[in-house]
């Protein structure tokens, strides 16, 4: 950690400094420039020692040397973390593709949901059963009903069901169900359902807030892997910026940057990245380019009929047309899909 | 709600729209353009019907003409809600000042905070037991420990207790302590937590999330109101854009704004809306002139000590000549405080 | 246009704004609502009556139907325009690479530079003479001197080159020695600026503004098309966000958007999009993924000795790769490169 | 700048890194900490030696240590820089508002309008006779005839003008019309028009740009300043953010934040900062309280009339309240106004 003084910093604060910098468990070096004095602090500099020192009225700035992550940190796991379950396999140079609908509608619906983004290329389904949304008034899911017509969309395909779970009272539930956990953007720093989530042995499939930072969303990994979980797959899902032409902005750059920070896969929502159905072919293409390990697409049956998120749906005909187009560029990188 | 049709859209295509907004329950009028073709839906357009009508190939865009929100609407109800819990009024022209640590810390530090902030001009105090925390390895909060030295201080100075719940679970035990129930900025789209303190008859603090829209915001109150709790207290405490020499962008317009769409009172947290104790006083003095309800801000017997935030902590002194500040101004204009 | 009227609005009101309408040159139609009374304005919306009518009282909102933009329009035209200028070709399927040092350090450094990205790929060469520097301290171009090099470079490689004109009074100079103008996204407001590349017929590579919308940046191409230039490319370079790992946010989902609105062709600047050489190759594979019709990219022959944006430059070794990444794509999706 | 080389980094590309830094001209120190080795280096580190060191493979990141600009910095100057032109004093305790219409339109508006805003409180004039517009088929201002009637309105209210030049080719044409050159948000980062002006002795209203960093806005500034331009007055007018329920977001912390960076005096335009005429009286209330140093406001004989901006617009009525409320706040605070 580096504390820069303030110009008019005297020697005393220096020293004073330097006496609480040893206090905190740091080591501290001197520096004296032509224009400011910085304190190099050596040591454990996690868990909040910066704002104390920027606190101080002689301190002009505390600039971190460390990442505040650790057991995400490719520093401390060299080699890709593989998630697997049931059909889906995600990392290490595999690529999962879990589709569905946003919202499990009905017995009918999910079945043929299941079986038409199976015979599209997906390897995992998915489908809503407990809905956030952001009015009271719209639809909030099936509940644990839908969490059955999940399972039996499973048993009737084979393919692993990966849903959301919105609250820790809920986490036993839905892992009786489930294949893989969905923590949702919004809850993303819920940390109490992170820690419960942690505590079962069931992969999470964690998305990015959309006003998250890169450092944020791996600390909220960390509560998850801090727990005993290390099955983590993150999600980028598009972050809120000032343009409004698409839903949210979708940041790709987000899957090569995290690759050099993390050993935990990454996947991309192109549906909820853009919200709009005509974008999501050629951002799925892109995401798959640039290296990303799986990709999560809303499909429905009949997307104009979707009781949430329509605007955003692929119908199963445009989805394995888009996953056809995601192999071939796949394949041309050397990648298997 | 407005359905523009594209500019390639057929008089059958026209026709088949009329049919699916009459099917809707909305009546529909057609207006033929010199370039486009619009559809006017008249009617209840809440619920969704947006996004499935959006999802159509003909339809270029559709553009909603009601807010999404009635309970909070100024036009459900035209009087200001005015929020009282113990020593705390909020709204109607009279000024709530909450004030108190980050966290609670030790019985001495917040018996010792809370008998400081009385002093200094607040009208309750604040204090976290439990402290959502972006990294899993930062102190988590004294818990119900914490709760209960709250409940000491209201003993000791009389003051209402506001203080953070963070999960459904713990709604029950925090409500045996606290006076005001606050939902965090990270939690205001955590919709079981909203729900679980709308069943409640104990008043809501609920802060901005960092990237929530003012409908949004509203629609997170409405989550409240819908349960029958009357009492929210809505509070800007800044949002998450590209400036970065501030911990967020504390945008006061938010009040006025606010104040033409909602009844709820409006209060400002200018420490984590700016995470500079310097920039407090300004902000604070801005926050009463443009019509805020009421501040909440965050002081500590000691800030250079504090567990948590310590670089937006004003020291008590620094407090109570914030508050005479706020007085003269909120005075100058004719409000009490 | 949509004109929505308060809840409160009279009848003589809406008669009223029913005249002004009509003063305006638009029809009008009323239409009754359950909760509101809009007025429908038919005709040309263009050319600022919104605000003029949003500023009236009993106006609650105004919702514009059309696009403002209109010779960049799909509408005004079907076929992709294709840009060409010597060695580069942009659009219509076929992808122009264009590539060079941020800055023109010196005869060696930029004809050095010109045969490297002409051998890993460019059909163009980029460089800057005059250079748009965030400090007066910072280097600022070689300027005249800079231009003549360029030209050289050309000589020697038949590449075409690009290269920055920053103020109107340049344009004719520049003019004499480059094949495309590039007009900064420092400068893509600076009107004067566009009026006066408009005049030209040479073709003009228009950077987006980091906060431009995409209307304002259409726009922006507008003023140069209206000028009587039709050859304009369009590049996104990345906008600002919260984000602060990357220097700026790659927004790839503008390239499939712009390709549903306008005819003109549209290019990826992954150097200043992303700002980390290590995450160009792939999003310049992403880009191409997803339909880019080109690339921009700092190349230097030493990138730790480039005078400017360092650390963002490929080698021409990395560069090359590149490239051939994004042929492998091209090539998948059937495309030319 | 401190250098933080990567975990894997040898004692020989310390080494190497020491040498490069004594290359630059600064000294080194190296600190061995428990993850990380740190060179800090000492000496000048503007001027773009960040990017270079930074380009290194191994590197981690660069931390800067001193702020970049120099001239405008409260460093160099600790007294508060005072701006005179006329009859407008900005800085130093006294408050100046500049007050008229969006764009010059008539002999008879502008007249009207100087009359008015004088007697509600203006100490300067505003009105654009070269308009920055969006589109260009919008209104783009009566140019140099429009500089002829601000002279008039000057003579006949002896208000000083305020009026934006556009172009660096313009700038002695206006200087022979107008007392303060307005540098539009859209040409903050235009540096041949920064020099231009800088050139001049008139003083220079520089306006923030929508998504300039506050290090970018002073560095703008030093553009003026480092041509012997000492008087720039610099005004914060909104920035870009995901908020669309105004037209910026203004953020009033940049007002006591520049107040410690730099001795240049801060307005604020509440007008273009929020884009609705109904909040600018408290935001206009707010920016007093907070500090401001004065306030840029439009105001028209008729808004609803207004060719450009009308919904941010005050009446005259308006405008003199508002300025009525803001004395209140001023001298509760003890400032002169």
């Given at each position: 950690?580096?504390?820069?003084?303030?110009?008019?910093?005297?020697?005393?604060?220096?020293?004073?400094?330097?006496?609480?910098?040893?206090?905190?468990?740091?080591?501290?070096?001197?520096?004296?420039?032509?224009?400011?004095?910085?304190?190099?602090?050596?040591?454990?500099?996690?868990?909040?020692?910066?704002?104390?020192?920027?606190?101080?009225?002689?301190?002009?700035?505390?600039?971190?040397?460390?990442?505040?992550?650790?057991?995400?940190?490719?520093?401390?796991?060299?080699?890709?973390?593989?998630?697997?379950?049931?059909s889906l396999?995600?990392?290490?140079?595999?690529i999962g593709i879990i589709a569905g609908?946003?919202?499990?509608?009905?017995?009918?619906?999910?079945?043929?949901a299941a079986h038409q983004v199976k015979a599209g290329g997906a390897t995992a389904l998915r489908g809503?059963?407990?809905?956030?949304?952001?009015?009271?008034?719209?639809?909030?899911?099936?509940?644990?009903?839908?969490?059955?017509?999940?399972?039996?969309a499973?048993?009737?395909t084979g393919l692993a069901v990966v849903?959301?779970?919105?609250?820790?009272?809920?986490?036993?539930?839905?892992?009786?169900?489930?294949?893989?956990?969905?923590?949702?953007?919004?809850?993303?720093?819920?940390?109490?359902?992170?820690?419960?989530?942690?505590?079962?042995?069931?992969?999470?499939?964690?998305?990015?807030?959309?006003?998250?930072?890169?450092?944020?969303?791996?600390?909220?990994?960390?509560?998850?892997?801090?727990?005993?979980?290390?099955?983590?797959?993150?999600?980028?899902?598009?972050?809120?910026?000032?343009?409004?032409?698409?839903?949210?902005?979708?940041?790709?750059?987000?899957?090569?940057?995290?690759?050099?920070?993390?050993?935990?896969?990454?996947?991309?929502?192109?549906?909820?990245?853009?919200?709009?159905?005509?974008?999501?072919?050629?951002?799925?293409?892109?995401?798959?380019?640039?290296?990303?390990?799986g990709l999560l697409i809303e499909v429905?049956?009949?997307?104009?009929?979707?009781?949430?998120?329509?605007?955003?749906?692929l119908?199963p005909?445009?989805f394995a047309?888009t996953i056809?187009?995601c192999?071939?560029?796949?394949?041309?990188?050397?990648?298997?899909?």
């Amino acid at each position: 950690m580096i504390i820069v003084m303030k110009r008019n910093a005297t020697q005393e604060m220096v020293t004073k400094m330097v006496r609480r910098v040893e206090e905190l468990g740091m080591k501290a070096h001197v520096i004296v420039g032509t224009e400011r004095t910085v304190v190099a602090a050596i040591g454990d500099e996690r868990g909040g020692v910066q704002a104390e020192l920027e606190s101080c009225d002689e301190v002009e700035k505390v600039l971190p040397i460390l990442a505040p992550y650790k057991i995400a940190s490719k520093e401390t796991r060299k080699e890709p973390t593989i998630v697997t379950a049931g059909s889906l396999v995600v990392g290490g140079g595999t690529i999962g593709i879990i589709a569905g609908p946003c919202s499990v509608e009905s017995e009918e619906q999910i079945i043929e949901a299941a079986h038409q983004v199976k015979a599209g290329g997906a390897t995992a389904l998915r489908g809503g059963a407990f809905k956030p949304r952001t009015s009271p008034y719209a639809f909030q899911g099936m509940k644990e009903e839908g969490l059955k017509l999940l399972a039996a969309a499973r048993d009737a395909t084979g393919l692993a069901v990966v849903t959301e779970v919105m609250t820790p009272h809920h986490v036993e539930m839905v892992c009786q169900y489930a294949d893989v956990l969905q923590i949702g953007a919004r809850n993303m720093q819920n940390y109490h359902l992170l820690q419960a989530v942690g505590e079962t042995r069931k992969p999470v499939l964690l998305k990015r807030g959309p006003s998250a930072t890169i450092e944020e969303f791996l600390l909220a990994a960390e509560y998850v892997l801090d727990q005993g979980n290390s099955q983590v797959i993150l999600c980028e899902r598009g972050i809120r910026t000032f343009e409004t032409h698409t839903r949210f902005t979708l940041p790709l750059a987000t899957v090569p940057y995290l690759r050099e920070k993390t050993h935990l896969p990454i996947m991309i929502d192109p549906s909820h990245g853009t919200g709009i159905a005509s974008l999501v072919p050629s951002m799925s293409a892109a995401a798959i380019a640039c290296g990303s390990d799986g990709l999560l697409i809303e499909v429905h049956p009949n997307p104009a009929k979707a009781v949430s998120d329509a605007a955003q749906t692929l119908s199963p005909a445009a989805f394995a047309a888009t996953i056809e187009t995601c192999r071939k560029v796949a394949h041309a990188l050397g990648m298997k899909m």
